[in-house]
């Protein structure tokens, strides 16, 4: 009796874990920042914005960090979405070309570069 007890306490908790969520992991964005001439910049600002209208604004950023020295900065447990990205250091950014990035994959480590000029 006990054995037929144990089997099925190992049946359902199997059965119970196949509908368990399957993320291991939070989603996040790495992001990397060059120049035009390919080298990496570091103390730049980074913003995310969900919005169009909020980017254009410079309003409502859902996230900002700032790139090391490496030019590298991160954006973690961020949801799986399109953003719009403003990287801005004294009178260079990215306007003009690379302010929307594709949505994100759930649950993955996300990276991108960005180019300001």
Known sequence: MKSLLIF??????????????????NTSLTVTVR???GNTQD??????????ADFTKEENSIAEATTD?????HFKKIKPESYYIL???GDK???GGGEKIGKL???KFNKITIIIQ
């Open 8 to 25: 099925f306490l190992v049946l359902s908790a199997g059965v119970f874990s196949a509908f368990a969520p399957n993320q291991l992991f």
């Open 93 to 95: 950014d990215n306007t």
């Open 87 to 89: 990287a801005r250091k």
């Open 69 to 73: 020295k490496k030019g590298v900065c």
């Open 105 to 107: 994959e759930n649950g």
């Open 43 to 52: 103390s730049v600002s980074v913003r995310l914005f969900l919005k169009e």
């Open 35 to 37: 120049d035009e001439l």
